[in-house]
């Protein structure tokens, strides 16, 4: 199966404290920097003595595909709202985008309140360790 030749549409929006980034076409290879960029861009604006961003809507109704660089990009910002303390949301989910969340095992992770933060020393001090035990 050929496809068309990507295209990705963005446009961001701020009103009362939550960005609206609506993301529009095919999140793949070679565009999703686009994207990370236009977050970042919004979300340091605050950080820079702009108006307070608590939130971050990804509306992503008109998403027509994804691979898995556009799901690297979401996830970077996840980090970059969390980073922010700002909420992250993605609304109007398609089903393509839907089955790769479910699919990765992501779902939760980006679409929980607040990502699970977890100091430097709390696997040592749980006692939880990703190695294995000898």
């Known amino acids: ?49 702009g108006p307070e961003t608590r939130q971050l809507d990804l509306d992503v109704a008109e998403l027509t595909f994804i691979d898995s660089m556009g799901l690297a990009a979401l996830l970077m910002i996840r980090r970059v709202t969390d980073t922010h303390g700002a909420a992250l949301r993605i609304n109007h989910r398609p089903l393509c985008l839907e089955r790769l969340l479910q699919l990765t095992g992501t779902l939760d992770y980006l679409t929980a309140a607040r990502a699970p933060r977890r100091s430097a020393g709390a696997e040592w001090a749980t006692g939880e360790s990703s190695g294995s035990s000898g």
């Open 1 to 49: 199966m050929i496809r068309p030749a990507s295209r990705l549409t963005l446009h961001a929006e701020f009103h009362q404290g939550v960005v609206t980034v609506h993301v529009g076409g095919s999140l793949e290879y070679g565009v999703t920097e686009s994207l990370v960029a236009i977050v970042r861009d919004q979300l340091d604006r605050s950080r820079a003595g």
